[in-house]
């Protein structure tokens, strides 16, 4: 198995993925994608939102934000997933992308960037549709009669087409984010501000590839340079509504890495005391804890955090069940004066400290 330098430490690509997980918040054991279950995915489903569908179908029915992960062979190499289902909190996308965005660091790629398109919801649709069609009216001379027999039935299907080959009218297209509903519109810009707060680089790229029958208001895409120097899309995702077997339909936000090399995640568990536990008091405090999630894994610290918790109480009792060593906790006013209440659950004892020096102190702890 290959690995990577990370400070002083080797550690192999497993080991990596597992630490992301458990730093943003994937502590549910592994799910694994079987061949049965790659080859259930219905035809028409591409092979990566079929294997997100799939883990969040493992997870069974939900009624609170819950986050799951899993793994698929892909090739000659490995999907990593991530998902959160019913998620219904803004951030917990950010979870989802941010996770995906860390694997796809640690298997290598370098100058990565989430691209991110949304294709609206129900109105957001019939709008592009209607532009689409007054497309395939005007240009159809200019079209191969393939794509114009594909545009009847599946005219999306057919874009996608003409843009993946390269055709010379892929400008000329209709775009689905010129044509969002006021509420698509209010979700794009309040991901793009969540992105910008929380520091995620992005970009815009309204072609990205998105499947008609499940995807809905977000397409996700992480690209990134490889080692052979090239620019690839080596994740993708967005928000889903899949029909399971039982009929019931899953709402959930998704992303699949695809790993270049094998990559075996079973039988390990995500059981590790952290040494520090993330809690936050208030959506303000919410978005520093989380970018303070980053700092503390690449730093090597064992940490745990409930930051999709709806309560205090309900993080507390995450933090005490976690056996954790200290508690760090941001308020309101440590998010404004950017500091934090560490308290020793040992001792009961808590003191303010800047954030910048809480790397330090909690690199000295042994989990």
């Avoid at 569908?53 to 490995?78: D, E, H, I, L, Y």
């Avoid at 970018?291 to 064992?302: V, Y």
């Amino acid at each position: 198995m290959k690995s990577f330098e990370r400070g002083r430490e080797r550690e192999s690509l497993d080991a990596q993925i597992i630490s992301v997980a458990r730093a943003y918040g994937f502590t549910n054991p592994p799910v694994s994608v079987t061949r049965k279950d790659a080859n259930d995915i219905p035809e028409g489903l591409d092979k990566d939102t079929g294997f997100i569908a799939t883990v969040a179908g493992k997870m069974g029915p939900v009624t609170q934000t819950t986050q799951a992960w899993g793994t698929a062979r892909k090739g000659n190499g490995t999907a990593v997933v991530f998902t959160a289902l019913s998620a219904k909190i803004a951030i917990a996308q950010a979870f989802v992308v941010k996770a995906a965005l860390s694997v796809v660091e640690a298997a290598g790629f370098a100058e990565t960037v989430v691209l991110i398109s949304s294709v609206g919801d129900a109105e957001s649709r019939r709008r592009y549709l209607r532009e689409l069609g007054n497309f395939f009216k005007k240009y159809g001379k200019e079209l191969p009669d393939d794509i114009l027999s594909l545009a009847l039935k599946h005219p999306e299907a057919a874009a996608t087409t003409i843009v993946e080959s390269g055709h010379p009218l892929t400008d000329s297209l209709p775009r689905t984010i010129d044509y969002l509903s006021e509420p698509s519109r209010k979700i794009m810009l309040e991901t793009i501000t969540l992105f910008e707060k929380l520091g995620i680089q992005y970009e815009l790229d309204a072609r990205l590839p998105y499947t008609p029958e499940v995807n809905q208001e977000l397409v996700f895409a992480i690209s990134g340079i490889d080692e052979k120097g090239t620019r690839v899309h080596v994740a993708k995702g967005g928000r889903f509504e899949y029909q399971g077997k039982k009929k019931d339909a899953l709402e959930l936000v998704g992303m699949s890495v695809s790993m270049p090399d094998v990559v075996d995640v079973r039988g390990t568990s995500t059981k590790q005391v952290p040494a520090c536990f993330v809690v936050h008091v208030g959506e303000a405090a919410k978005l520093k804890a989380f970018t303070l999630l980053d700092s503390l894994w690449r730093a090597h610290i064992t940490l745990g955090q409930a930051l999709l918790a709806e309560t205090i109480d309900e993080q507390m009792r995450h933090a005490r069940e976690s056996e954790t060593k200290y508690v760090a906790i941001i308020g309101q006013r440590e998010a404004l004066d950017n500091t934090v209440i560490i308290k020793n659950t040992g001792t009961q004892m808590q003191e303010t400290i800047p954030v910048s020096t809480l790397l330090n102190r909690m690199s000295r702890v042994r989990a």
